[in-house]
C-alpha cells in the first residue's frame, strides 16, 4: 500500500471517529436535556402519589404540615433490623397546630413466603395504628395476595389497635394463638405482616416522643 494510500485510510478512520464521537455527544446531551425536563414531574408525580398514600392511611384533614419536609431518618442499624430494614429509612412526620399526629414508615417484612413484602405503617401519636398498606409483595395469586387492600380487606384489621404489656401475646396470628386471622392454605404470609406490624410498634413505643424531635 502507497503512502497516499495510507494517509487516506487514516483520514477517513480519524473522520469516522470523530463523527461518532461527535453523534455519542450529541446523543449525550440530548438525553440530559430530556432529564433536565422531566426529572422534576417526575419526583413531582412521585411525591403526588406518595401523598395520597399517606391520605389513605391519615385523612389530609387530621394535619396541616407537609410530611413530605417534616423528616427524620433513622440510621440506628438495631432499629433498622427490627422493622426489616438494611438501609437508613425517612419518617414522615404529621401534625396539627405544630402539634404531634401521626408518624409515617416504611417497614419490610423479610419472612414472606416469596421473599420481602415491603409495607407503609402509619401510627398515631398516641401509639394506635392510623393503617396499614403493602407496597409491594411477590406472594401467591389467590391466596397471600389478601394482603393488598383491593383484593380483601384483612389489612385493615390492624385500625386503631396498640401494642401493649397485657396484649403483647395476640400480635399473632390465630393458629399461633393470636388475634389475626389467617387466610386459608396461606399462613406464613399473614404471619409476616403481623410479625412485621407488631416490630414497628414496639419500635414506636421505644422511640416515643423522640419520633417528633
Known amino acids: 500500500m502507497s503512502q497516499l494510500s495510507k494517509n487516506t485510510l487514516w483520514q477517513q478512520m480519524l473522520r469516522s471517529a470523530g463523527l461518532l464521537s461527535f453523534f455519542i455527544l450529541l446523543g449525550i446531551g440530548l438525553l440530559l436535556l430530556v432529564a433536565q425536563f422531566t426529572q422534576p414531574k417526575i419526583q413531582q408525580a412521585e411525591q403526588q402519589t406518595l401523598l395520597n398514600t399517606f391520605q389513605e392511611i391519615v385523612p389530609a384533614s387530621e394535619y396541616d404540615n407537609d410530611p413530605l419536609k417534616d423528616t427524620k431518618t433513622i440510621h440506628d442499624p438495631k432499629l433498622l433490623q427490627l422493622l426489616g430494614q438494611k438501609q437508613p429509612i425517612t ?85 399461633d394463638g393470636g388475634e389475626f386471622d389467617q387466610f386459608t392454605g396461606a399462613t406464613i404470609t399473614p404471619r409476616a405482616v403481623v410479625k412485621a406490624v407488631k416490630h414497628a410498634l414496639i419500635f414506636v413505643n421505644q422511640m416515643g416522643d423522640k419520633l417528633y424531635e
Do not use: C, M
Open 91 to 175: 419518617l414522615y412526620r404529621l401534625r396539627k397546630q405544630n402539634k404531634p399526629v401521626a408518624v409515617i414508615f416504611p417497614i419490610t417484612a423479610p419472612d414472606g413466603y416469596s421473599g420481602d413484602i415491603h409495607i407503609l405503617i402509619g401510627v398515631y401519636a398516641d401509639g394506635r395504628i392510623a393503617g396499614v398498606r403493602v407496597l409491594e409483595h411477590r406472594e401467591t395469586p389467590g391466596l397471600g395476595d389478601k394482603i393488598e387492600l383491593k383484593k380483601s380487606p384483612w389489612i385493615l384489621s390492624f385500625n386503631d389497635k396498640k401494642l401493649t404489656p397485657n396484649n403483647a401475646s395476640q400480635w399473632a396470628v390465630k393458629k
